[in-house]
């Protein structure tokens, strides 16, 4: 029986090549993921993220008059407003540093204030999540 060359070069070639087909690395693939790998290229479904609660609390401001919704920045975006005790959710990402900022107007009869706070915060792959207390 006679085997044509060219049936041999194809068994040769998917021979050789087998090895190779599954060998895609597996990793986090999400660019925004604490544990991202850049030479990964399959997802293996472990992506880890750091999410933050910024928590409204303004007892200890000694505010003179009501306060306004608190509003939210992080990273130069507005993130959202908030009351007295409430808070919002934000997904942090890559491990960088977070600046926030936030204002209140409060307003009495003696005229209007604005109250401001800044900080940092940074994505924490051991912790799946954690509060700032904005105004503390």
């Known amino acids: 029986m006679k085997i044509s060359r060219n049936f041999l070069l194809l068994a040769l070639c998917a021979t050789l ?31 880890k993220f750091s999410n933050v609660a910024f928590h409204s609390n303004t007892d200890g401001l000694n505010l003179s008059g009501t306060p306004s919704h608190t509003t939210l920045t992080v990273n130069g975006a507005t993130i959202g407003s908030m009351g007295n005790y409430q808070a919002i959710n934000y997904k942090l990402n890559n491990g960088n540093a977070h600046s926030w900022s936030v204002s209140m107007t409060s307003t009495s009869s003696g005229g209007t204030s604005t109250h401001t706070r800044t900080g940092t915060v940074t994505a924490d792959p051991d912790r799946s999540s954690f509060i700032v207390n904005v105004w503390q």
Do not use: V
């Open 17 to 47: 090549a087998f090895p190779f087909a599954g060998c895609q690395r597996k990793g986090c693939t999400e660019p925004n993921a604490l544990n991202y790998e850049a030479k990964a290229k399959k997802d293996d479904g472990d992506c």
